[in-house]
């Protein structure tokens, strides 16, 4: 289990290193992480990306569509098309 090592997104980090650990087998689901959910000693591997992930209600990418920036993405690269989305307030 993951090591909390920042008070302000240790909930972020804790659901991450979980994420993380289910899917680190499952190469055909890559698994995008917020930054505040990667411990910033933790290096992201290849299949593990660490951004800031925003979500838009319309394919128009503007500020006005953006409704937030999600923290955990899951990708079924067998559809092509996303399978998870996580917000963690």
Do not use: W, Y
């Not at 959910?37 to 591997?45: D, F, G, T």
């Amino acid at each position: 289990m993951a090591t909390i090592h920042s008070k302000s997104h240790a909930l972020h980090e804790v659901i991450g290193s979980i994420f993380s650990d289910i899917f680190s087998i499952r190469k055909d689901f890559p698994l995008v992480l917020d930054t505040a959910c990667l411990p910033n000693e933790v290096e992201p591997s290849n299949d593990r990306v660490r951004q800031h992930i925003p979500l838009f209600i319309d394919e128009e990418k503007c500020e006005i569509n953006r409704i937030c920036d999600v923290d955990i993405l899951v990708i079924d690269e067998r559809k092509g098309q996303v399978s998870i989305v996580a917000e963690i307030e």
